[in-house]
């Protein structure tokens, strides 16, 4: 059984940074791919970005010069740095993978709060 847990979400002013965690449970962490996905009030669930086991990553074109995702296999963490924080980046963060099985897995999610 593979869970998901998110930290590091908060409240900060835009021009802020933070950088949210995704610890991993299970063995397999190293051969899945994560993904952070985001949801603000009012809007559909949206993917942020993307990591590979080999760490390829892939980002969403608004978001990839101010946001990275990293993994670290030997943490079984993945990570979310994000800089120059603007408001309308207000949402709820949820880790995801899917695993060999095909299933699902998603984090609790973090809020996290831009004020201007």
């Known amino acids: 059984q593979v869970e998901l847990v998110e930290s590091g979400g908060g409240s900060v002013q835009a021009g802020g940074s933070l950088r949210l965690s995704c610890a991993t449970s299970g063995d397999i962490f190293r051969y899945i791919t994560m993904r952070w996905y985001r949801q603000a009030p009012g809007k559909q669930r949206e993917l942020v970005a993307s990591?590979?086991?080999?760490?390829?990553?892939t980002y969403a074109d608004s978001l990839k010069d101010r946001f990275t995702i990293s993994r670290d296999n030997a943490k079984n963490t993945a990570y979310l740095q994000m800089m120059s924080l603007k408001p309308e980046d207000t949402a709820v963060y949820y880790c995801?993978?899917?695993?060999?099985?095909?299933?699902?897995?998603w984090g609790q999610g973090t809020l996290v709060t831009v004020s201007s």
């Open positions: 990591i590979t086991p080999g760490d390829v990553t």
């Open positions: 995801n993978t899917r695993l060999p099985s095909g299933l699902q897995r």
